[in-house]
């Protein structure tokens, strides 16, 4: 079973997946999750729970990784294991997943907290 948990920072979702993405509940229940976070400019899907993908799941990252570029929505997988990263690879000779590596993910954080923060001055 797929556990999904979103949180947000400012304009960014960090949604993290814990469990297997091998059947269609888990991949529709990803889709869920993704598609509530259309108001976001940067999604960023933690995979670090995640511990197998199969066809369903990786079919339904590649749905979401086109969603999100039509929407101009960044799109970022972060720290799969080794198992789901070779998945991934794979399909990436077709696809163009982005992975985004830990120091990435500092600075995107560091962003979204900035802005979030940001109180403007009345005019």
Same mark, same amino acid.
């Given at each position: *079973?797929?556990?999904?948990?979103?949180?947000?920072?400012?304009?960014?979702?960090?949604? @993290?997946?814990?469990?297997?993405? =091998?059947?269609?509940?888990?991949? %529709?229940?990803?889709?869920?999750? =993704?598609?509530?976070?259309?108001?976001?400019?940067?999604? =960023?899907?933690?995979? $670090?729970?995640? $511990?197998?993908?199969?066809?369903?799941?990786?079919?339904?990252?590649? !749905?979401?990784?086109?969603?999100?570029?039509?929407?101009?929505?960044? *799109?970022?997988? !972060?720290?799969?294991?080794?198992? =789901?990263?070779?998945?991934?690879?794979?399909?990436? $000779?077709?696809?163009? %997943?982005? %992975?985004?590596?830990?120091? @990435?993910? $500092? #600075?995107?954080?560091?962003?979204?907290?900035? #802005?979030?923060?940001?109180?403007?001055?009345?005019?």
């Amino acid at each position: *079973m797929l556990k999904v948990q979103a949180d947000h920072i400012g304009s960014l979702a960090m949604i @993290e997946c814990g469990g297997r993405i =091998v059947n269609s509940d888990a991949a %529709f229940r990803l889709r869920d999750a =993704v598609l509530c976070e259309g108001d976001a400019s940067i999604i =960023v899907l933690d995979l $670090t729970e995640v $511990t197998a993908l199969e066809g369903g799941g990786l079919g339904m990252l590649v !749905f979401l990784q086109r969603w999100a570029h039509d929407r101009d929505i960044r *799109m970022k997988l !972060f720290n799969p294991r080794q198992s =789901v990263l070779w998945r991934l690879e794979r399909a990436s $000779t077709l696809y163009e %997943f982005e %992975f985004a590596s830990l120091a @990435e993910m $500092t #600075e995107i954080l560091g962003r979204a907290e900035a #802005e979030s923060s940001f109180v403007p001055l009345a005019a």
